[in-house]
């Protein structure tokens, strides 16, 4: 465990954070940012500062952070058929305002409602037309839309669904395999 006392300066491991300790409560440490905010943390998450660019870190610490880094794993990387990369894709984006002219005075689930509507109309004038991929850009936000196009597209038994490519559309699309039936 890291000894850490008021005044301390300190960074985030895992991000781009500074501060100075201003609260100890067990295993929590409450910090007060360079921009003013207070923000707690655990002493895991946190380094001591030495000096304005070196930072202290011990071996037996180092390696905690990098044994805690190998268990969580590189992600899964989905092999793709030649079939599949070479399939025609249909892009719909679900982003408000391309499918309706002006959402002022529309709430949040108004605006759900429309987005929805046109993705499950695309979804199903796909699989009549056999088309095999469709990808729907949502976009990142908050992920409401995300997760209820998850649900929508759960009750279809022919489809499979995942994140798209995230070179091409970053975090925010999601892309639909349709499987057909001869």
Same mark, same amino acid.
């Given at each position: 465990? =890291?000894?850490?006392?008021?005044?301390?300066r300190v960074?985030?491991?895992? %991000?781009?954070i500074?501060?100075i300790v201003i609260?100890?409560? %067990?295993d929590f440490?409450? $910090?007060r940012?360079?921009?003013?905010?207070d923000m %707690?943390?655990?002493t895991?998450?946190l380094m #001591?500062? *030495?000096?304005?660019?070196?930072i202290?870190v011990?071996?037996?610490?180092?390696?905690?952070?990098?044994?805690?880094?190998?268990?969580?794993g590189k992600?899964?990387i989905? @092999? *793709?058929?030649?079939k599949e =990369?070479?399939?025609? @894709?249909?892009?719909v %984006?679900? #982003?408000? #305002?391309q499918?309706i002219p002006s959402s @002022?005075?529309?709430t949040? &689930?108004?605006m759900l409602? $429309?987005?929805?509507?046109?993705?499950? =109309?695309?979804?199903e004038?796909?699989?009549?037309?056999?088309?095999q991929k469709? *990808?729907f850009?949502h976009g990142?936000?908050?992920?409401?839309l995300?997760e209820?196009?998850? &649900?929508?597209? @759960? =009750?279809y038994?022919n489809?499979k &669904?995942y994140?798209?490519? &995230?070179?091409k559309?970053?975090?925010?699309?999601t892309? *639909?395999y $349709?499987?057909q039936?001869s």
């Amino acid at each position: 465990m =890291r000894n850490f006392k008021e005044g301390d300066r300190v960074e985030v491991i895992d %991000d781009n954070i500074t501060g100075i300790v201003i609260n100890i409560m %067990d295993d929590f440490i409450t $910090i007060r940012t360079e921009e003013g905010f207070d923000m %707690d943390f655990t002493t895991s998450e946190l380094m #001591h500062i *030495v000096g304005m660019n070196s930072i202290k870190v011990s071996n037996l610490e180092a390696a905690q952070v990098k044994s805690v880094k190998e268990q969580t794993g590189k992600p899964k990387i989905r @092999k *793709v058929s030649s079939k599949e =990369r070479s399939a025609p @894709k249909m892009e719909v %984006d679900l #982003h408000i #305002h391309q499918l309706i002219p002006s959402s @002022k005075g529309m709430t949040n &689930y108004d605006m759900l409602n $429309i987005q929805l509507e046109t993705a499950k =109309r695309q979804l199903e004038f796909a699989i009549r037309k056999r088309i095999q991929k469709v *990808v729907f850009i949502h976009g990142v936000g908050a992920g409401v839309l995300k997760e209820e196009l998850n &649900y929508l597209f @759960k =009750r279809y038994e022919n489809v499979k &669904y995942y994140d798209a490519d &995230y070179q091409k559309y970053g975090l925010g699309a999601t892309e *639909v395999y $349709i499987y057909q039936n001869s």
